[in-house]
């Protein structure tokens, strides 16, 4: 008997004022498991990852993380059960140093005495914050700060981590650097990944699964493999 998936939405639908941006979205995440959302602009992505994180609540439709139904529940009660969100733009602290980023996304740990050992994890997997820690978030660069908003969210070891469009504004190598960072993540230390992309090229490498959105419709969901043929991924946009 296959494990329950670690995050699954049934029949989900969610929009803004009489706006129905997504809707009829199935979705099942498996523990450990890099599935990448693609789609243009409008599709309904960033919606969709923001139902699912309880930024938004849904219309309609069920939310279920660990076994448990999340469905609207709030973010915080969401981020202290082991969901991380990474928005577009980075969502970093641009005034406060590398450190005290790191330490405000501790924020949900329980065991403080645990604080040290999270930098150390963090540190060690991106030295560059270890070298530049009292530096000020906004001084970084754009893979820099990134990588910091990404070592936020790990502060609290999370389950799953949603990230939407990492490489939003990046220069061509840094989204490579970025997309290996989170790929690291996941088999260093089993966290889920699901992650909103449109860059396609740097993207399916490092998914498990890939999931199309177009106009509010789950249009695909399967192994990135056929999508590598150009054709086929046209066909589907």
Known sequence: MSAAPLLAATALAAGYG?????????????AREVVIVLGHNGAGKTTLMRALFGLIAPRAGRVLFAERDVTGRRPAENVAAGLAFI?????IFRTL?????LELGAFALKERSRLAERLDTVFALFPV????????GGTLSGGQQQMLAIGMALMHAPRLMILDEPSLGLAPNLVDKVMEA???VNRRFG?????????VRSTLPIADRVCVLKTGLKIYDGPPG???DRVE???LF
């Open 18 to 30: 009489k706006k129905e941006v997504v809707r009829g979205i199935d979705l099942a995440i498996a």
């Open 87 to 91: 928005p577009q733009g980075h969502g």
């Open 226 to 228: 056929p999508l590598h």
């Open 129 to 136: 914050l270890a070298e530049r820690a009292r530096q000020t």
């Open 191 to 199: 966290t889920t990944i699901l992650m909103v992309e449109q860059n």
């Open 233 to 235: 991924l046209m066909k």
């Open 182 to 184: 989170i790929r690291t």
């Open 97 to 101: 140093s590398v450190r005290d980023n």
